[in-house]
């Protein structure tokens, strides 16, 4: 007898110290990674393999009333995936209450139940009663041990065996998978924080590679964005210049016109009576000449002295006021006020106004040489043109330091006219010839107006659907070739 | 008297039957029944008691003369429950052991189908009776599980 | 007042899931005999029933504490009968919670969760406890 009860001891003591071994084993098992799907394997396996728990499933909360089923052992159609409503059935008041259940007999007490149910059903009595989902797990389970894989107060789950045994699960049963389950819990919570940690790191990587393009991208963008503006500056400081221009021509025409009407008028009256003046010396010379009293007068060098100064001044006054009127008219013509906007305009005369208008500056210093071809009236803007022919002429005539030429040639190539002017000045340097054309650029100094003629008789041109081009050498002058639609139509 | 449909169902449908008394300190006892009938009066009830079962059965009877049979059909979970006045002891005749065998055989029957255990061991969970005892039914109450339990059947209940 | 131990072996046959029997006796003396789906093992002296609908033994009780309590073991062919006293109700506690989770599990798997509700787990101390067999009879000790 005692032999037997030693024996029976000795038993149990090897089955304990085995079941020890193997809850060694699980732990040192699902602590040595952070895989979770090996975990699960680990621990329902092992489950099954020492301990005979053949029907098993691990459901991880996924929020605050539904578990899923992340792994499972023993079941056919592996129900992974599926969940559980917190609160329902086995597992649900498990995770509900936070306790273990060990529960017997299933199968009867849920015949019981579903009989009163029916009962109810029958009374018409259904209202009271809620609709019942399918349960994961065994679809006869008759003995269930359910825990809940806590982490401090913290629910991430439920740990589930059933069996078809009516009873089949001991106290010693029980205690078993709470350890297992205990183990579990932590293992899957480090492994659900280590996987939740590599994806925040994969996010922010991907968001730091995003932003990084995203930077680069902004800064393509300013940069674009910087050179758009800039080339809209510029063409608002043109578009500006232009205005400023074209209100300084219209003032300056009206001024002209002022001008011109307030001076012909005396102008007028002084050319006349010089002519009346040389008309009446004639008649004083005449009777001169044809009395013979006057015999002694004629001869009188005092007279013939007299005479002779008259004359001079007369001429000069002649031509002075003729050159006055000259300019007068070169400059109403110049200004074109009376002109419609858009005509058919004699370059040549735009080209002689202007000329008349510098003589001032090319006087006595600068040859103007004019090479004018067989040229129709050209469609434009005269007022425009001549604008523009002043400024090439202007910065023509200041490239020349001491003296120089001036050639004017224009000609008809097909359907456009071609009007080129030459100077023999100081030339312009190669690394400035792409930028004379920019409102900005200037070599004159920062005096108002200047650096913006170029760009306003670019601009001219262009709005006529005409080219400009300049070839220059320092040294040896600077050539601007003009190209002119002859009609609009062109 | 007993109603058709209750009638029918302790002929055809019980399949286990418990007695409960009670003696003169109101302590209660519960005795298995082996087997059931109707009188032909249809006011009376016989039912038949193994003797492992009879401790303080007649003592009680004797003394106050309470008795109350309820018999289910396992399964469906239908059960009545029949509160009596003791009227005497009986011995034992064909009939009741013709009932006996006919409750013994359902209930072997129905249990081998919802618990699994074997027949036999089922069919020797009733014992054969050694007593009867015959009371007149006094009310009737439904015992199934649900809504109606605890409803009296007989006399019906007056409504309120 | 008599108390016993409950042996061992009669724990399981509380949780076969075959059902018990529960005879009471009201006040005026008239007994009550009743199939219950689950007697609960509190400890070596004592039982529980699950008190859910207030019915004629849940009445009978508090008015005679007296109660008569049969388990049915298939199994080995036996019934158990215990002789109990109501002794006090429990609405918390291990007990309460363990039958409370045990219904709930099961009505909210058969869709009846506001039909059974544990309202109170009446606490039994065991009196006497004899085991009747085909051919055995004995009793537990004092």
Redesign the interface.
């Known amino acids: 007898m005692a032999t037997q009860s030693l024996e029976s001891l000795a038993e149990k003591l090897a089955q304990k110290t085995a079941e020890v071994e193997v809850l060694r084993h699980i732990a040192s098992s699902i602590n040595s990674t952070l895989d979770l799907d090996q975990i699960y394997r680990l621990v329902l396996g092992t489950m099954d393999e020492f301990f005979g728990f053949r029907h098993s499933i691990i459901l991880l909360l996924e929020d605050t009333d539904t578990l899923r089923i992340v792994a499972s052992h023993g079941y056919e159609d592996q129900p992974l995936g599926g969940t559980v409503i917190v ?4 597992i ?3 995770a509900k ?1 936070r ?1 273990l ?1 060990r ?15 029916t ?2 059903e029958e ?1 018409g ?1 259904t209202s ?5 989902g399918p ?1 994961p797990g065994l679809a006869d389970p008759e003995s269930q041990i359910a825990i809940p894989l806590m982490i401090k107060d913290k629910l991430i789950g439920v740990f589930s065996v059933e069996s078809r045994e ?2 089949s699960f001991s106290d010693d049963q029980e205690t078993l998978v709470s350890i297992v389950a205990n183990q579990a819990a932590a293992a899957i919570q480090n492994a659900l924080l280590y996987r939740a940690a590599e994806e925040r790191r994969s996010e922010l990587a991907e968001a730091h590679e995003g932003l990084r393009q995203l930077s680069e991208t902004l800064e393509h963008r300013v940069h674009a964005r910087t050179r758009e503006l800039e080339e809209a500056n510029r063409e608002l400081r043109e578009t500006q210049a232009q205005l400023v221009q074209s209100s300084k021509m219209a003032s300056l025409g009206m001024l002209a016109a002022g001008i011109a009407h307030e001076i012909n008028t005396p102008i007028g009256a002084i050319h006349s009576n010089a002519d009346v003046e040389r008309r009446a010396i004639r008649v004083i010379r005449d009777v001169l000449e044809a009395s013979a009293l006057a015999k002694n007068l004629r001869d009188d060098p005092r007279l013939t002295r007299a005479f002779r100064i008259f004359d001079d001044m007369n001429r000069v006054t002649l031509e002075a006021t003729e050159r006055v009127i000259e300019v007068i008219q070169s400059l109403k013509s110049f200004a074109r006020l009376d002109a419609p906007d858009l005509e058919l305009a004699d370059l040549h005369e735009g080209l002689d106004n202007t000329l008349t208008l510098i003589n001032h500056l090319t006087k006595d210093r600068i040859k103007v040489v004019k090479d004018y071809g067989e040229l129709p009236k050209v469609q434009c803007y005269a007022s425009q043109i001549n604008q523009a022919f002043a400024n090439l002429l202007t910065n023509a005539v200041q490239a020349i330091k001491e003296t120089g030429t001036i050639n004017i040639a224009t000609r008809q190539d097909g359907a456009y006219a071609v009007i080129k002017i030459a100077d023999s000045g100081a030339g312009i340097k190669p690394e400035h010839l792409d930028r004379i054309f920019d409102p900005r650029f200037t070599t004159k100094g920062l005096r108002v107006g200047l650096g913006l003629g170029l760009s306003i008789t670019y601009r001219i041109i262009e709005n006529h659907h005409g080219s400009i081009n300049v070839q220059s050498e320092p040294g040896r002058g600077t050539i601007f070739t003009i190209r002119l639609p002859i009609s609009r139509s062109a | 008297m007993i109603p058709g449909k209750i009638l029918a169902f302790l002929e055809d449908k019980g399949t286990v039957g418990v007695s409960g008394t009670r003696d003169r300190n109101l302590v209660p006892h519960i005795h298995y029944v082996s087997g059931w009938s109707v009188e032909p009066d249809r006011r009376a009830i016989r039912c038949s008691i193994a003797e492992p079962y009879t401790d303080h059965l007649m003592s009680s009877l004797d003394d106050n003369g309470q008795f109350s049979l309820t018999i289910e059909q396992i399964g469906s979970h239908e059960t009545y429950q029949f509160k009596g006045d003791y009227i005497g002891s009986a011995s034992l005749t064909d009939s009741d052991l013709a009932a006996h065998e006919r409750s013994r055989e359902r209930f072997a029957k129905v249990v081998n189908q919802v618990f699994g255990f074997p027949e036999d061991i089922c069919r020797a969970y009733i014992l054969r009776p050694s007593v009867v005892v015959r009371f007149t039914v006094r009310e009737i109450f439904l015992q199934t599980p649900g809504p109606g339990a605890g409803q009296r059947l007989f006399p019906p209940e007056e409504k309120q | 007042m008599n108390t016993v131990v409950l042996p061992d072996e009669v724990k399981p046959v509380m949780q076969n899931g075959v059902p018990a029997i529960v005879a009471t006796c009201s006040a005026d003396g008239i007994p009550n005999a009743t199939l219950i789906s689950q007697v609960y093992y509190v400890d070596r002296t004592h039982i529980a029933l699950s008190f859910q609908f207030f019915n004629k033994t849940i009445r009978n009780v508090r008015e005679n504490p007296q109660a008569c309590v049969a388990l049915n073991d298939l199994q080995s062919n036996t019934k158990w009968i215990l002789d109990v006293q109501y002794d006090h109700s429990e609405t918390e506690g291990p007990i309460f919670d363990e039958m409370d989770m045990q219904i709930e599990a099961i009505a909210s798997a058969t869709g009846m969760s506001g039909i059974f509700k544990l309202r109170a787990a009446d606490i039994y101390r065991v009196e006497s406890c004899r085991k009747l067999g085909a051919t055995t009879a004995s009793s537990g000790s004092s």
């Open positions: 609160g329902t059935g086995v649900g008041t498990v209450r306790r259940m529960v017997h007999n299933l199968g009867r007490q849920r015949a019981y139940f579903s009989t009163i149910r009962q109810m009374a009595r009271e009663l809620s609709e019942v349960v009516p009873r």
